[in-house]
């Protein structure tokens, strides 16, 4: 483990739980609000989180990069050992059962943050040149994002499949690839996009977005619009906000928590919590700036700040009617355990990276001199 060192303190970004801990004070108060049981488990969840977070923040990570290879291919046989040994639930194939116990895992999950790290080690082995990757290169990185994609999307988990490829080949735009790539690209998708709709889709999957285009929305979209709409400029009382705690909007506490936070806040309560989010991603593509020959923590980075605008755009267009329901929570704010401790272990991540960069830039020096 990393000793302790004053330096700790002043290399620390304070900036990231100045954001994020508003998130999760507001989450409690409305989990509270709604059930106490739940705001219970949301605090078990919480001190998880954290548990994880100082894990990995005091985790020799850059002495120990060799294991990422490793980490990653156990994750994949995770995966892959889903479609044999998984255990059905709602008609989906996506959990394991831990042996001589009644829990299971979700190996999707899991290998969240092992994407990342390997995406993260195979660019910091092979940085890109001035013109961005070409083709063999690109062709190599797309190998490691595309395999766990097909794993995942055959659970079937197609939402968390879509946004490890989104998040993975955003990542790769941004640390640069030869723009003819992307070109070519866009062109096949655009040419494919029927055949894919029409033959690789699932038919709930086309249910979804026949909802999504269909006229009428969803009951759920309907209740959660209500929501929204009652909310008016500064919200409700706890006791007045009568979608949620009548239970006519569905799941409020998790996937439709932003319909909730606007019915007892307001318009208001919902631009400060965007406002929070739009400032950390913001602040996390800033820091390309900073750490611009670090490639390795400019990868972890990125990909976190991908993830966290996914998850909250995908979210709140849902809520709104602007995208088909999925299953997708917003960071730190949604109920659940999953989804909070791999956001946790992120950020211990991204801080154990950014705090202790001096010590690679000491061991660096040296090995100059």
């Known amino acids: 483990m990393i ?11 304070f900036v990231q739980p100045l954001l994020i801990l508003p998130i999760i004070a507001i989450s409690f108060l409305l989990i509270y609000e709604a059930n106490i049981r739940l705001a219970e488990k949301q605090l078990i969840y919480t001190l998880v989180g954290f548990a994880g977070f100082a894990f990995f923040f005091f985790l020799p990570l850059r002495r120990l990069m060799w294991l990422i290879p490793v980490l990653y291919w156990i994750n994949i046989i995770l995966l892959a050992s889903v479609d044999i040994f998984g255990v059905e ?12 116990t009644h829990f299971t895992i979700q190996p999707s999950e899991i290998f969240k943050p092992s994407f990342i790290l390997m995406l993260a080690y195979l660019i910091y082995q092979n940085p890109p040149p001035p013109n961005g990757y070409g083709l063999k290169q690109f062709l190599k990185l797309s190998f490691y994002i595309i395999l766990p994609f097909l794993l995942i999307a055959g659970e079937p988990d197609l939402g968390t499949a879509l946004v490890l490829l989104i998040v993975g080949f955003g990542t790769l735009f941004i640390i640069g690839v030869n723009y003819k790539i992307w070109l070519s690209i866009f062109l096949a998708i655009a040419i494919a996009s029927p055949i894919i709709y029409s033959d690789f889709l699932k038919p709930y999957q086309k249910q979804r977005i026949h909802d999504f285009l269909a006229e009428e929305p969803s009951y759920h979209v309907k ?5 929204i709409g009652s909310g008016g400029l500064s919200g409700k009382k706890a006791d007045e906000a009568t979608q949620t705690h009548f239970k006519f909007l569905p799941i409020s506490t998790s996937d439709f928590i932003f319909a909730y936070l606007t019915e007892r806040f307001g318009f208001l309560g919902a631009v400060a919590i965007i406002l929070l989010y739009t400032l950390l991603i913001f ?3 800033s820091l390309n700036y900073k750490l611009k020959d670090d490639y390795f923590t400019r990868v972890v980075t990125n990909c976190i700040a991908l993830f966290i605008f996914i998850y909250v755009a995908v979210n709140i267009s849902m809520t709104i009617g602007f995208a088909p329901v999925v299953g997708i929570p917003m960071p730190f704010f949604s109920h659940g355990g999953s989804s909070f401790a791999t956001f946790m272990v992120f950020f211990g991540i991204l801080q154990n990276l950014i705090t202790f960069r001096y010590l690679a830039i000491e061991k660096a020096v040296k090995i100059k001199f």
């Open 223 to 227: 209740q959660s619009i209500i929501a």
């Open 283 to 285: 602040h996390l593509l």
């Open 89 to 100: 639930k709602l008609g989906a194939r996506r959990w394991l059962e831990i042996p001589f």
């Open 3 to 13: 000793k302790l060192d004053r330096r700790i303190l002043t290399h620390f970004d």
